[in-house]
DNA sequence: TGTACATCAGTGAACGCGCGTTCACTGATGTAC
DNA sequence: TGTACATCAGTGAACGCGCGTTCACTGATGTAC
């Protein structure tokens, strides 16, 4: 899909580092220290388990170089995220948006491509968007759920169907429009990423209900 | 609203618990313990600042003696919220059954009421609904969410609407009517409480534009 | 009514653990002269 | 071409901490005779 990049983002394997650094090269081992967090996040399904020595015995360092690359865990961690929160914009709303020239059905894409972006990878989607707000960094805190590329262009989406009569926009316009249909698909995420054994319809069935409700209503007289 | 009973649920400052429980008086401080516990979650904010040594502190006991009335940690965590799921069904649920005759409007006003709850206390909100699997004590773990009197009522209350025929089943019948209502409250409730300075627009007008969207949906087109 | 005994709430001290982080350091690498 | 020096990636050892949990115990309370 991309151009030829260096692979941070998803790994099979626990990534090899030889040796050590060149002068210069010290971003290599930041790029394999973030590689390492996120495997290990992965592999291990828990948060809990990327302490700051995990990290460095995965890269095979030792603790207290992690310090010369991150201010500190919280960093680290949210770093590993940040990747991924480029990653929902790239591979889930970006190529929807270019390629759908249809405003509804983008959402619908966007929608079911949404769900399954945080199913595949659970623990991320929770340090992204359920963790506690005191272990994210100010940096990070608001902006990257709002004014991600990801959130504003989905409200773009919402306009535009909005500006071609497509949508009706109520009393807070496409914004409102937006957060709407997200928090139905957050809430379903969210459920399933914590309570994964949880009895529940199948996710594509809910989504379908969710955008159908979303678009179309579930009552039956039009008051 | 119920009668007089033990308040275990809410209160103001502190429990107090004085000397040495007598003989058959070890639910007594059973029960200090559970208020304890709960304030502390409260008072703090942070499930990670309640510790058994913080809760043994704050009644007055030792660590040792925490483990004579919860077998572990994550039980006695899980006591805690067990109290508000209690609440969540008497005090937002039921009375709202119990009283409003129009399920349609019933749902609505569990939907505010259920809104207003998570964000009373937001840390009890997040171990109930949004904490890990693997914290969650085996015997709670799906059933406190599912089976609950709670969203079974909600189900009965959305069963009714549709054979009453003010709401219309789709391919899922109730059930996946009343998750999809509850995945956009839930995705709500838990954006607040992970992220409570993330600019947002108000509760309220968002609880609103969920009930209308997923009533009269916001499609302009019928099809 | 008095005494021996069983019960059981609560204690004191310690277990081993893994955590995030800091410090003064080593030693390889590149650079300036 | 050779040497002194600055840079900087990475280390070893330790800091202090708070955690969940266990153990053998004390001592007050109720009960049986």
């Given at each position: 899909m991309?151009?030829?990049?260096?692979?941070?983002?998803?790994?099979?394997?626990?990534?090899?580092?030889?040796?050590?650094?060149?002068r210069g090269e010290g971003d290599r081992t930041r790029e394999a220290i973030l590689a390492a967090a996120d495997h290990l996040l992965v592999a291990s399904g828990s948060e809990e388990a990327v302490s700051v020595r995990a990290v460095a015995?995965?890269?095979?360092?030792?603790?207290?170089?992690?310090?010369?690359?991150?201010?500190d865990k919280d960093h680290l961690l949210f770093e590993v995220c940040a990747v991924h929160f480029d990653r929902l914009d790239r591979e889930v709303v970006a190529p929807v948006v270019a390629t759908v020239a249809d405003p509804v059905e983008a959402l619908r894409r966007i929608?079911?491509?949404?769900?399954?972006?945080?199913?595949?990878?659970?623990?991320?989607?929770?340090?992204?968007?359920?963790?506690?707000?005191?272990h994210t960094p100010e940096r990070y805190d608001d902006h990257q759920i709002l004014s991600t590329g990801c959130f504003g262009?989905?409200?773009?989406?919402?306009?535009?169907?909005?500006?071609?009569?497509?949508l009706r926009a109520g009393e807070g316009g496409p914004t409102v429009l937006a957060f709407v249909l997200w928090s139905a698909l957050h809430g379903l995420v969210a459920t399933r990423v914590a309570k994964p054994n949880m009895p529940a319809p199948p996710v594509d069935l809910l989504v379908e209900a969710i955008l159908d409700a979303f678009l179309h209503g579930v009552a039956t007289d039009p008051t």
């Amino acid at each position: 899909m991309t151009a030829t990049r260096p692979d941070t983002g998803r790994q099979a394997g626990p990534p090899a580092r030889p040796g050590r650094a060149r002068r210069g090269e010290g971003d290599r081992t930041r790029e394999a220290i973030l590689a390492a967090a996120d495997h290990l996040l992965v592999a291990s399904g828990s948060e809990e388990a990327v302490s700051v020595r995990a990290v460095a015995d995965a890269v095979g360092l030792t603790p207290p170089t992690i310090y010369r690359h991150f201010e500190d865990k919280d960093h680290l961690l949210f770093e590993v995220c940040a990747v991924h929160f480029d990653r929902l914009d790239r591979e889930v709303v970006a190529p929807v948006v270019a390629t759908v020239a249809d405003p509804v059905e983008a959402l619908r894409r966007i929608a079911h491509d949404y769900v399954r972006f945080g199913l595949d990878d659970p623990e991320h989607y929770r340090i992204m968007f359920m963790g506690h707000a005191q272990h994210t960094p100010e940096r990070y805190d608001d902006h990257q759920i709002l004014s991600t590329g990801c959130f504003g262009s989905v409200i773009d989406v919402v306009s535009r169907a909005v500006d071609e009569g497509r949508l009706r926009a109520g009393e807070g316009g496409p914004t409102v429009l937006a957060f709407v249909l997200w928090s139905a698909l957050h809430g379903l995420v969210a459920t399933r990423v914590a309570k994964p054994n949880m009895p529940a319809p199948p996710v594509d069935l809910l989504v379908e209900a969710i955008l159908d409700a979303f678009l179309h209503g579930v009552a039956t007289d039009p008051t």
